[in-house]
């Protein structure tokens, strides 16, 4: 009697199944879980940037492989780990030439060696911060956010950390000395155009989203998305984030219509920053997704900030110019070595690692 082949054939499936989705875990480990899990050491770049660096359009272009694709990240050509550049005051070649003028906001800061930080403030030579924190009622909600009213002496005490891992708020405001932060645009999964320290980290064809621009003089300004089409990518400009939306039209007030973002225009919690002119800028961060405490000081739940009263507090603060950045899970703020924006944490889930962040910090202090 002739015996069937079925039982090997069954097993040599078997074998095969197994040995496909042994290695269909291990592509999976180590092309995607292995990378968000575990961040690669030395990849954290404090002011600069990941990869090619250029300063126009033209030789942005040179950096993108032609087979990449919107959302992919350029690959990495260079391991920068430097500080932003900085606008330092010249210095008198003779004794004959004028003294040089004071900083427009010297009343601001301490005097040279001399430093203050409590709690809400922080005072330097270089720096001035003041935090305030603040319950109010909105349109059918209570909202609580945390108000950063920055100054600084140079542009350069305002840079990044960003990094192409992800990792906790707090380990990359201690590695880069900052005194103050906010979480950025999650650049590596976002920005389809993101300069850092002067540095272009990645330039697409085009994008949905508003950008901001800081420019190496310290002005701010944002552009609509359509823009990007023929946007140069100059040396005069020191950052670029591409999340948004703008919140603030041309003078000033506050929008009441937000484009591609309307999504994500409920309630939620925010991370934003705002300009009122060179070296004066302001960080607004909202708290939610928890219960709070109201001006009664009663417990109410808080689920964030509307988009559109983001937009009101910023024309309310005076700001020129304001951009809405990576909210959600992923708004942090950090003061004076803690997050004072709640790691938001469920029941069995770990706070939200994140890709970047905008620090004030003193210059050189990045450990």
């Not at 990792?167 to 300069?195: K, P, R």
């Not at 990007?228 to 948004?244: C, E, M, P, R």
Request: hydrophobic share 35%; aromatic share 12%; proline share 5%.
């Amino acid at each position: 009697m002739k015996r069937s082949n079925a039982p090997r054939i069954a097993a040599l499936v078997l074998i095969d199944a197994v040995i496909f989705a042994a290695c269909l875990l291990s592509f999976a480990w180590f092309h995607h879980a292995k990378r968000m899990l575990a961040p690669a050491d030395g990849d954290i770049v404090i002011g600069g940037g990941i990869g090619p660096a250029a300063v126009d359009s033209e030789s942005a272009s040179d950096n993108i492989p032609d087979d990449t694709e919107a959302g992919d990240p350029i690959p990495d050509d260079t391991d920068s780990s430097t500080l932003p550049p900085v606008e330092t005051e010249p210095e008198t070649e003779a004794e004959t030439e004028p003294p040089v003028p004071q900083h427009k906001f010297e009343s601001m800061f301490a005097a040279e060696g001399e430093f203050f930080a409590d709690e809400t403030s922080y005072k330097s030579h270089d720096i001035s911060i003041e935090m305030e924190e603040i319950t109010r009622e909105f349109n059918g909600y209570t909202a609580k956010y945390l108000v950063f009213d920055v100054y600084v002496r140079n542009v350069g005490n305002l840079y990044t950390v960003n990094s192409k891992s992800r990792y906790d708020m707090t380990e990359l405001c201690e590695a880069g000395g900052a005194i103050a932060a906010i979480s950025g645009d999650f650049w590596y999964q976002n920005a389809h155009i993101a300069v850092r320290g002067g540095e272009l980290l990645r330039r697409y064809d085009s994008t949905e989203n508003d950008f901001l621009v800081m420019y190496t003089d310290g002005r701010m300004e944002t552009f609509a998305p359509e823009a990007l089409d023929t946007f140069d990518v100059t040396s005069d400009i020191y950052q670029i984030w591409n999340f948004g939306p703008s919140l603030l039209d041309e003078e000033g007030h506050a929008k009441k219509s937000f484009g591609a973002k309307n999504d994500i225009a409920g309630v939620n919690p925010r991370s934003s920053i705002g300009y009122y002119e060179p070296y004066h800028y302001c960080f607004v961060v909202a708290d939610g997704r928890r219960h709070i405490r109201d001006e009664d000081g009663d417990r109410v739940y808080s689920g964030g900030v509307k988009m559109r009263d983001l937009a009101l507090i910023y024309e309310e603060l005076g700001c020129v110019c304001a951009y809405n950045l990576d909210g959600g899970n992923s708004a942090y703020a950090y003061f004076n070595g803690e997050i004072v924006r709640q790691q938001y944490v469920d029941e069995g889930k770990s706070p939200r690692k994140i890709y970047d962040i905008i620090c004030i910090g003193e210059i050189g202090a990045a450990g």
